[in-house]
């Protein structure tokens, strides 16, 4: 069972406008949600993260929500760039133990010129 | 570079024949994970360390998995009797507590495939 869902494969937007991710979780154990964007060839690099004590986390341009009550939380990238163009994956964790990373599929972003 | 490194990035070997991946974490991280990702699919937990001690394995880790993490610095994998299927990204994250959380970060990985 998939505990973390990434239903959108992939994203195209326009350079300067909003890009949204979305991510729904089904466990309700976990507390720490994060997100982190890859590259071909490359390990994930760690992005944004929100507890879920939070229903909002701001770092410059990327936003993540968190509606608890949903189990959804989404990545808002404005203004969106080219060099955004990655796989973004979703990540979740329940505190205590090994907080293990959950991940998603990956949705695949590519912002056009 | 202070980064979680990883070697080799890259590895073809043949069915049958053991490897061994190393990961060095960050330094004075005191947890170092284990993921492995397939094509299309996002990285799944394999086993994690505090310190020296391996506290917790996947039911992804069969007995031809095994890791070790001597004095609770770097880490290697070692994979016996590959196999086809053992043919993926294997990426090794570490961490240490911030705040209330513990975040991962991703060395480079390690491309394994299996002929």
């Known amino acids: 069972d998939q505990q973390v869902k990434q239903n959108s494969p992939s994203l195209s937007v326009q350079e300067g406008r909003i890009s949204i991710l979305n991510c729904d979780y089904t466990?309700?154990?976990?507390?720490?949600f994060l997100w982190y964007k890859k590259y071909p060839a490359e390990g994930p690099t760690f992005l944004i993260s929100i507890s879920s004590i939070k229903d909002k986390n701001e770092d410059g341009r990327f936003t993540v929500f968190l509606n608890k009550s949903a189990k959804h939380l989404s990545l808002h990238i404005v203004p969106s760039q080219p060099g955004d163009s990655a796989v973004y994956f979703c990540a979740a964790s329940a505190t205590g133990g090994s907080e293990k990373l959950v991940f998603g599929k990956g949705t695949k972003l590519t912002v056009n010129p | 570079d202070t980064g979680v490194s990883q070697d080799p990035r890259h590895k073809i070997t043949k069915r049958g024949q053991n490897v061994t991946f190393r990961c060095d974490p960050i330094s004075e991280h005191n947890r170092l994970y284990w993921y492995r990702q397939t094509l299309g699919q996002g990285p799944e937990f394999l086993t994690y360390f505090q310190n020296e001690a391996q506290l917790e394995k996947s039911r992804l880790l069969s007995d031809r998995f095994s890791a070790e993490r001597p004095k609770g610095s770097f880490s290697t994998l070692e994979i016996q009797r590959t196999e086809q299927g053992d043919s993926a990204m294997y990426l090794c994250a570490s961490s240490a507590r911030t705040g209330s959380y513990y975040e991962q970060y991703f060395g480079p990985g390690t491309r394994l495939t299996v002929t």
């Open positions: 466990n309700s154990m976990f507390d720490y």
